[in-house]
C-alpha cells in the first residue's frame, strides 16, 4: 500500500517516528514539514489531501497538534474523508464503515506506541461496502456536491 504521511511543526516528532515504524510496511511518502519551524496545518492538510485525492497514495496519516484542525481542513477537499482518531475502534471502523482515506492524530493527544498501533489498524482495514455505508457515503458525496453548488 502507498501511504502519504504529513504533519505540522506539532506533529513533527511523532510523524518521523511513524515513518521509521511503518518502514517496511508500506509505501512511505513524507509530504513534510521537516522541521519544527511553525508552519500552518491547513496547508499541510491540502498537501496530503491532493496526494492521496490524486491517486498518488491510498491512505494518508495527518498529524498537528491536537488533530482536530487538521481534520477540519482535510476534509475540505472533495473526495476526502479524514477520521481524526485517537482510539482502536475509530481507527478501524472509519475505514470498513465510512471509507476513510486519511487518519489525523493529535501528537499532543496520544503516545507515539499509540500512535503506531492506530495507524497498523487504519491501514489494515478494509472498506465493508455493506449497502447502508454505501447509501450514507452517497448522502456525503451529495453534501460535497451542494458544498461546490453552493459557492
Known amino acids: 500500500m502507498r501511504v502519504a504521511l504529513a504533519s505540522d511543526h506539532a506533529g513533527l516528532r511523532l510523524k518521523q517516528q511513524l515513518l521509521k515504524e511503518l518502514a517496511g510496511e508500506a509505501e512511505l511518502f513524507d509530504l513534510g514539514t521537516d522541521s519544527e519551524e ?26 498537528c497538534g491536537s488533530g482536530a484542525g487538521a481534520s477540519i481542513a482535510a476534509n475540505k477537499i472533495g473526495g476526502i474523508r479524514a477520521a481524526l482518531a485517537h482510539d482502536v475502534y475509530t481507527a478501524h471502523q472509519a475505514v470498513e464503515h465510512d471509507d476513510a482515506n486519511i487518519i489525523v492524530f493529535g501528537a499532543r493527544v496520544i503516545a507515539p ?25 452517497a448522502k456525503i458525496t451529495a453534501l460535497e ?4 453548488r453552493d459557492r
Open 113 to 137: 506506541p499509540l500512535a503506531l498501533d492506530l495507524a497498523r489498524t487504519f491501514l489494515a482495514a478494509s472498506y465493508t461496502g455493506a449497502e447502508r455505508h454505501v447509501r450514507r457515503l
Open 38 to 63: 511553525p508552519v500552518d496545518y491547513p496547508d499541510i492538510a491540502a498537501r496530503l489531501s491532493d496526494f492521496v485525492r490524486a491517486g498518488d497514495a491510498e491512505r494518508g496519516i495527518l498529524i
Open 145 to 148: 456536491a451542494r458544498e461546490s
